[in-house]
């Protein structure tokens, strides 16, 4: 997939490894956070995903002095 955007950049991380996510978030206002398990076939727990990914993530977004940090969850989403 090819995006052409200049205000726009990937990066890679492994959210259940907190040292992979070091600096993600330098220069970053806002991020928008919809990590979660769904039928999870590698052997993670929800808690491992839902709860401690995303902690993870909050973590260094606070770090980097992120000002919004905006959790999506799908629990009873209907």
């Known amino acids: 997939m090819k995006l052409n955007n200049e205000n726009l950049e990937i990066k890679k991380a492994e ?24 039928r ?12 401690q990914a995303n902690a993870n993530l909050i973590d260094e977004a606070k770090k980097s ?3 919004r940090f905006i959790y999506i969850s799908v629990l009873n989403g209907e």
């Open 65 to 67: 002095g992120v000002n």
């Open 15 to 38: 959210v259940t490894k907190p040292e992979t996510l070091k600096h993600l978030f330098d220069d970053v206002d806002v991020v928008i956070c919809t990590v979660g398990i769904t």
């Open 40 to 51: 999870q076939k590698d052997g993670f727990t929800y808690m491992e995903v839902d709860y």
